[in-house]
Every structure is written in structure tokens, then in C-alpha cells.
């Protein structure tokens, strides 16, 4: 099947969704290096609730969910969730550069691999029209 053309709002709001995505990731992996380790549940949230990269990433998972929300109103999840996918590969390139993360060949084959589902997935129809027959 064709792939027919998406909206220039699909496209902004599915790009927003691959970012937002990545810098929830992100920005949390930076809150918990901040955290001094502790212990016990308790203690390990008591910590995190005076740390301020939680509170950005609670806003960011917050703007996450209402654009997301506007996503799937015009477009397939069926499509939608593996365009998302863009984002593991946005997270693996910012760990190596900004948190000193790894990168081996396993890894860059296994986001090749991603990249490639993602390709064949963006050459499908974005809308199947079947909310429609969920609605009836």
C-alpha cells in the first residue's frame, strides 16, 4: 500500500513526540545521577522529590502525553508507536556524547535495525480509517 502524505501537524506533532521522548530519557538519567544512592525506597524518593531535573522530567512526560494524545487522534498507532522508535536512536547518539555511554557494534546494528523498521513502517498508510469502525 502507498504511503499517503502526512499532515504537516502529523509530522510536527510525530517529531515532537520522537524529542520529547528523548529528552525524558534523557533528562532523567541525569536526575538520577544526582541522587546520592540511597538504600531503601523511601529514601531514594524523598531524594528525588528535592531534586529539579524530576520536576522537569514529570513536565516533560506531562507535554508528552498531550501531544501524544494528539497524535493518535489523526494518525494509526499501528504507525504512530514504531515512528517513535526514532528516539532510541537519538538516545543512544546523546548517551556517547553527553553521558559517556558506550557504543559497540551490537549496538549500532541493533539501531540499524530500528532505523530500517522504522523506513519500512513510514512507507505504509498512516491512517487505516478504523476509528471509524471502532466507533460503530
Known amino acids: 500500500m502507498a504511503a499517503s502524505t502526512l499532515p ?16 525524558v530519557h534523557i533528562v532523567w ?38 501531544n501524544w494524545l494528539q497524535v493518535l487522534e489523526g494518525c494509526d498507532l499501528s504507525y504512530s508507536q514504531p515512528i517513535t522508535a526514532l528516539s532510541l536512536i537519538l538516545v543512544l547518539v546523546l548517551s556517547a556524547l553527553y553521558l559517556g555511554e558506550s557504543v559497540d557494534t551490537l549496538k549500532v546494528l541493533g539501531i540499524g535495525f530500528v532505523f530500517a523498521g522504522v523506513w519500512f513502517i513510514s512507507r505504509t498508510d498512516h491512517d487505516s480509517s478504523a476509528r471509524s469502525a471502532v466507533r460503530q
Open 8 to 23: 504537516a501537524g502529523l509530522v510536527f506533532r510525530l517529531a515532537l513526540a520522537v524529542i520529547l521522548d528523548t529528552a
Open 29 to 66: 538519567k541525569l536526575a538520577v545521577l544526582q541522587l546520592p544512592n540511597p538504600g531503601a525506597l523511601p529514601a531514594a524518593l524523598e531524594a528525588a522529590s528535592r531534586e529539579p531535573l524530576f520536576l522537569l522530567v514529570a513536565a516533560l512526560f506531562v507535554w508528552q502525553l498531550v
